[in-house]
Every structure is written in C-alpha cells, then in structure tokens.
T-cell receptor
Framework: DSGVTQTPKHLITATGQRVTLRCSPRSGDLSVYWYQQSLDQGLQFLIQYYNGEERAKGNILERFSAQQFPDLHSELNLSSLELGDSALYFC?????????????FGPGTRLTVL | AQKVTQAQTEISVVEKEDVTLDCVYETRDTTYYLFWYKQPPSGELVFLIRRNSFDEQNEISGRYSWNFQKSTSSFNFTITASQVVDSAVYFCALTRPLTGTASKLTFGTGTRLQVTL
C-alpha cells in the first residue's frame, strides 16, 4: 500500500458526460501528479500540482482540468467524455523538496466510456 | 526531450528461467533518475528501483538485478529464476531533477512478461 488513495476504483459512464476523479496523497506529500494509461498512448503524464498550484502540464486535453485543494487532495475533472478517454487514471504523490525523486502511485481509477 | 524505449513488447519464459528486460533512454540532462515499475494484472504500479545518473553500480535485490550503463544509455533489469508471480508488465521510466519537487516521469511502453509452469 503506497499510502495514496484514489476514488472511485471503477467508473462507467456515457459519451458526453462529465466525471470527477479524486486523489488523496500520502501524508506530508505536497506534490500530486496525474497520469493516464491507455492502450494506444501508454502511460502519459497529464498534470502536476504542488501545494495547491499548477506546476507542470503534459498532454492534457482542454476538456480535462484538475485542481489541488488546501487539504492537498486533488481532483481531475473530465468533461465531454469520448470513447477514447477510456483509460486507467493514476494519481501519484511525492515528498516535499523532491525527496529521492520517487513518486508513489495510487491504485488507479479505471474509467470506461460507453 | 526525454525518451524511454523498451523494444521488447512481450516476453514468455518458463519458470526458473532467467530473463532480462531491456531499457534504453535518451536525455540531454547530465543529472537524471531512472526507475523500474511493475504492473501486475491487478493494475497498480509497484515501484521496484530508483537509480541516479551518478551511480553506475549494479544492484542486486534478491532475484532482481539491474545493470546501468551510461555509455550505452541503458538500464536493464534481470530476473533470475523467474516465477509465475513475476508475470506482469514492467515499465522503465526517466525523470529529471527539479528544485523543490520531483519531476514528471517519462515512461517506456512497457514489456509484458509471461512466466509459465
């Protein structure tokens, strides 16, 4: 158990809908990262937050947005869902000051868009 | 830009065989970190090892060993006497150090290892 929690574990929805994925980092970690794992794109970095502020952005679609709240949990919002958004979404967290550059991954949320 | 290549898409071995998973990386950074993660059928990503670019010592942990060669930009992973429980997808990843926080991971496409009896 990495200490990173993600909810829900599974999510099934329809095209055009909007969903919110939630992540709670390990105690004491200030950084939260979101990654998408899909069959055609592999594991891709989406976005990083550090202590409430956006720190880095990867290949994140405009239909997707994220935020990190004062209690450091983060939410990834996916809207106008398409079939191709079906994927496993991982959240990871890392210690302050980079630590050993390690990221600890949550169990993931499997999103299925029908 | 950083890039990680895992040329082996899928490997099948019989239990007790040794198997090596290849990883080749590209980066312009002089300081960087390399990782291996395991993704079993249950789907979670399990951290296996971290290596920084200054440390070229090979490492052994039980049946696992890692060979880091900066000259060939490779960070290969060997499982000795493989077991069925080793069946998983293995990912090699690369990151650059940032001040104050860890940086994003750039993953390879993964190697699916199937160990059969």
């Amino acid at each position: 158990d990495s200490g990173v929690t993600q909810t829900p574990k599974h999510l099934i929805t329809a095209t055009g809908q909007r969903v919110t994925l939630r992540c709670s980092p390990r105690s004491g970690d200030l950084s939260v990262y979101w990654y998408q794992q899909s069959l055609d794109q592999g594991l891709q970095f989406l976005i990083q937050y550090y202590n409430g502020e956006e720190r880095a952005k990867g290949n994140i679609l405009e239909r997707f947005s994220a935020q990190q709240f004062p209690d450091l949990h983060s939410e990834l919002n996916l809207s106008s869902l398409e079939l191709g958004d079906s994927a496993l979404y991982f959240c990871a967290s890392s210690p302050p000051r980079g630590g050993r550059n390690e990221q600890f991954f949550g169990p993931g949320t499997r999103l299925t868009v029908l | 830009a950083q890039k990680v290549t895992q040329a082996q898409t899928e490997i099948s071995v019989v239990e007790k065989e040794d198997v090596t998973l290849d990883c080749v990386y590209e980066t312009r950074d002089t300081t960087y970190y390399l990782f291996w993660y395991k993704q079993p059928p249950s789907g979670e990503l399990v951290f296996l090892i971290r290596r920084n670019s200054f440390d070229e010592q090979n490492e052994i942990s039980g049946r696992y060993s890692w060979n880091f060669q900066k000259s060939t930009s490779s960070f290969n992973f060997t499982i000795t006497a493989s077991q069925v429980v080793d069946s998983a997808v293995y990912f090699c990843a690369l990151t650059r150090p940032l001040t104050g926080t860890a940086s994003k991971l750039t993953f390879g496409t993964g190697t699916r290892l199937q160990v059969t009896l």
